[in-house]
């Protein structure tokens, strides 16, 4: 049995400049294609524009963060008009908004003053501005939603970063299904299993915090243990994958089935793995032949493994 697919159609929050909507101060916008033309083939993006939406027109006045960096104040750049109040209470009632939506994930314009995520210039009254802000509806939005994965569009283009994302992306979205379908004790044993070898590429440490938890589930009270659950698994999959991780997930999967293959075949694998390993070969090599020989000896418990099959292939993620 294959695991359960995410629900369709998976929704992401986005600046609204970034799909070509011309909302920018200036009146121009910042239209990113692997964005609006590939990524949106599988989404449904939820667009926002935090300043057009606020009640500010286009074009407008620019505006800064200016101030101490963990509580900075809105300012336009030349009139020094303070729009840190509007924006504020824009944004929580734009929350309970997209709260409705159950957003996946969302992607930000980086470093603008309302919706950049990390390094965000900050003003100051005297000296140079430091670049560790983080844009106001931003900030918000993080506090609101702490699980859900986010990222900026220019951290996108390095493949390694947007696999981790999208891959976050399409396990929350699986999360939140299975927290809608079958929140059960027996249900978590099953996600957590189809979960494994996705986790452990990613950080052992929090797999086996998963594994305790899931097997003391009685100890807690079911809402609790969802928390808990929740939390750990969107923390470990932010964890860094490498190659090493990969290849020992992919000997670990390969331990169930390498015995039943023929000696050629054998050769065959520790090459193609070897390639990967010595950085010769993307990942979806050592990949597709280990859910050639699962599909061809039918092991049903790694043909079940998120691992194999994370996102949708046309992403063509994996493939750096
Ligand atoms: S960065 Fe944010 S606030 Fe600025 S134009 Fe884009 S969506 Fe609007």
Redesign the pocket.
Known sequence: MMPSPPPLPIRIGI????LGEK???DGGH?RDSFLADTLGRHVEWVP?????EAGLGTPREAMRLVGPAEAPRLLTVKSGLDHTQMMERFAHHRMRELDAMDLCGYV??QG?P??GIERVRVYHEQGRPTRNGV?L?ARIFQEQFPLVPVEEEGRLNDPAIRDNFLERVFSYARWREWQRRRPSREGLVAFHTEHKFLLLAHSRPHYEKLDRLVRNAKQYRPTDLTQAYGRLFMEGLRVKATVRKHVNVLRHMAGFFTSRLRAAEREEWQEVLQDYHRGLTPLVVPLTLVKHYVRRLDIRHLADQVYLNPHPKELMLRNH
Request: aromatic share 16%.
């Open positions: 600046s609204r400049c970034l909302v920018r101060y910042k926002v524009c935090p300043e057009v930000f314009k603008s309302s919706c844009g509806f």
